[in-house]
């Protein structure tokens, strides 16, 4: 190439390069998702979305209705009071993917090159969903949050989730999963900006057929703030209190 | 224990904040949401802490006694972002100890002095949350 057509090139091309905020990606497709981001419920779904994915529970199988069974959750139609609860989350264990959803405090997304973090206000949980085209870890052991890798379909963002142990729960309603459980999503916006999350999970342990759901997303000008779950240790206290109160009455 | 109890309808406006789903609340089993108590009285404690925002009153009864009333509200940050026309702006500043104000809410089905928040008004009766006045 001569140099003046050498030169021609990167004059034409540079401006290009530099115009996108997403620049650093170069070669990447996709839709700028970056801001702060609060649940926005769908009209639908608002009478369960702070504590399940769907009106009534999945198709689980009797491996998961079992265990179903078992779940005391401070949520929805079979809640218990925090002090009689077997929700892992009043340990402070991660609450898992896609139950993080759930927990209403907004997120964060940040796209970096070859990631997209979702950074969770709810006790500044963090997903890191790679980007650059690597493979699951097939060396680590399962963990709370699961391993997502993700590629842009034109301006979605497609999600796979793997990896996972068993100890968390599909909602804050007591669903449980396997460690055979596979999170599929689907981030976009939609057309009054808005960001909607298809959710598909599969787990044939657990469940008898791969099932959805959708979340919505409306953009806010918030920080994220903090959230610690150990704070939830010294309500028990104050919970206690009310529940034994023992007022002497003779009346 | 004398209490006032004042049975609520759900399509009263102030609660729309809750019904819409923006606070869903663990430990509702601990507070009976069929009925609504009112207390007044002067705050003894306030505390905008995470899980739940606690605030606390001296209220006098009838017999001349005084009894500690708290009230649990959504987390801090919630009541902070709080952004309507005309919404008071919480911080942890907005309730000194002395301030007269009124608490309504599910009553614990303890008995114990306790309450699930719906509304707070202070002293120029300024609803603070739960809308309306």
Known sequence: MSQRVLISVVV????????????????????????VWTNFALESARSYQNSALRADPPPMTPWAQERFAEAKPTF??????????????????????PRIYMHPFPMEIIQTPGRVLMLFEYDHTVRQIYTDGREHRTDLAPTWMGDATGVWEDETLVVETVNFNDKTWIDREGVPHSDQ??????????????????????????????WTAQRRYRRVDWNIEEFACMDNVEFAAYEEEVLDYDSGDEE | MIRKIV????????????????????GGAAYDETETITVTGAVTKFQFINPHVLIYIAVTEENGDTVEWSGELTTPIRLARIDRAGAVTWSKDLLQPGDEITLSGNPARSGAPSLRLRRVIDSHGVALIGGGN
């Open chain 1, 12 to 35: 034409l091309v540079t401006p290009l390069l530099m115009s996108s905020p997403l620049s650093a990606q170069m070669g990447e497709h996709g839709d700028d998702l970056s801001g």
């Open chain 1, 76 to 97: 929805g139609p079979r809640s218990v009071p925090v002090r009689e609860t077997n929700d892992p989350v009043y340990d402070c264990f991660r609450p898992g993917t």
């Open chain 1, 181 to 210: 459980l596979r999170v599929l999503e689907r981030i976009r916006r939609d057309e009054d900006g808005n960001l909607l999350i298809d959710i598909t999970i599969e787990d044939p342990v657990a469940f008898t057929e791969s």
């Open chain 2, 7 to 26: 049975s609520v309808s759900l399509s009263m406006t102030g609660l729309l904040f809750f019904a819409s789903g923006a606070w869903a609340h663990h």
